[in-house]
């Protein structure tokens, strides 16, 4: 009888790590950054047309709202962008200079992949014009749970923050500087440097953190979620950071068709670090650039030029 029992207990064993193993789901997730900030530079300077203007807004809706897809199983996850044809000349047709570079630090890009066991992520990355693999330890989040909950998609979730420090290569953080900082650091310079001064990337500061508010799902009992997000007790459906809101808009559990979680392998290896140091310099050389090339006329041109125009 014993022996029985024994048995029995081994093939439940089996079937439930075969399960385990054999787990696999899909979430679709709609990502949208807040552009008001940065449509109020841009509104009521005379030197924009209309048509610039409407230009404009196309690009940031781009580039501010994507859908992402995250095929995961009970350890990894896979977290890429969903593919879409972009028009000839429409909004997403190469505009050079500043949006380009905005493109290129708006997140996504490439695909993200999470070990939980391990606590590694390595996602491929490109940044002007050259590939990146960047390979690191997954963020720690010290997440505090709540009892608040939400219906998503039919899912009951519960609440979760969390406060992080700030990613200087990730343009969705910024925010445009107070009116009385922006009075002191034009007070500082003489009105020649002022004229010169032709980024408009001055005008906007990088907070040191920020809150993160994450709404999970503990019936589907893996820790994982959108991007670089992961630690609760169940899968994230939504992410607010207080500009950006993901929000899981599909789920698939258990599909027949099945989808290899693989990490990427192409690209330039380096840590996060690295990588974000890599970056900024770039970054500073672009914006050296851009006051170098200073009196060339109104600032309606000058945006006019760096958009591809």
């Known amino acids: ?3 029985i029992a024994f048995i029995l207990f081994a093939c439940l064993g089996f079937l ?3 399960a385990q193993k054999d787990f696999q789901g899909m979430a679709v997730y709609e990502s949208k950054t807040s552009t008001s900030d940065f449509k109020s530079r841009f509104q009521g300077n005379r030197e924009i047309t209309p048509e610039m203007q409407k230009m404009i807004e196309e690009r940031m809706k781009k580039m501010f709202e ?7 199983d009970k350890q990894t996850s896979i977290y890429k962008e969903e593919e879409k044809l972009d028009a000839p000349g429409g909004a997403g047709g190469g505009g050079r200079g500043g949006f380009r570079m905005m493109a290129s630090m708006m997140g996504g890009g490439g695909t993200y992949y999470k070990n939980i066991k391990d606590k590694s992520y390595t996602v491929d990355k490109e ?7 960047i390979k690191d330890s997954l963020p720690r989040y010290k997440w505090k749970t ?16 969390a406060v992080q420090p700030v990613s200087q290569t990730d343009f969705r953080n910024y925010k445009p500087k107070a009116k009385e900082e922006k009075k002191d650091d034009t007070a500082k310079k003489d009105e020649k440097e002022t004229k010169k001064r032709t980024n408009f990337m001055d005008e906007f500061e990088l907070p040191k953190e920020i809150t993160i508010t994450a709404w999970y799902c503990p019936e589907i009992p893996i820790s994982q979620g959108p991007e670089g997000y992961w630690g609760l007790p169940g899968l994230i459906l939504e992410v607010n950071d207080g500009k950006t809101v993901t929000l899981c808009s599909k789920i698939v559990l258990n599909s027949k068709e099945k989808v290899d ?38 600032d309606g041109r ?8």
Do not use: W
Not at 127 to 133: D, I, P, V
């Open 127 to 133: 940044f002007m014009g050259k590939e990146f693999l």
């Open 66 to 72: 994507k859908t992402f897809i995250l095929n995961f």
């Open 1 to 3: 009888m014993k022996k």
């Open 261 to 298: 979680i693989k990490a990427p392998t192409s690209g330039k290896v380096v840590n996060q670090k690295e990588y974000d140091e890599t970056a900024i310099k770039k970054m500073e050389e672009m914006r050296q650039m851009y006051e170098g090339q200073g009196g060339q006329g109104g």
């Open 146 to 161: 709540e009892n608040e909950t939400r219906v998503i998609g039919g899912y009951t979730c519960f609440k979760a923050t």
């Open 16 to 18: 439930s790590l075969q």
């Open 302 to 309: 000058r945006m006019e030029m760096r958009m591809g125009h």
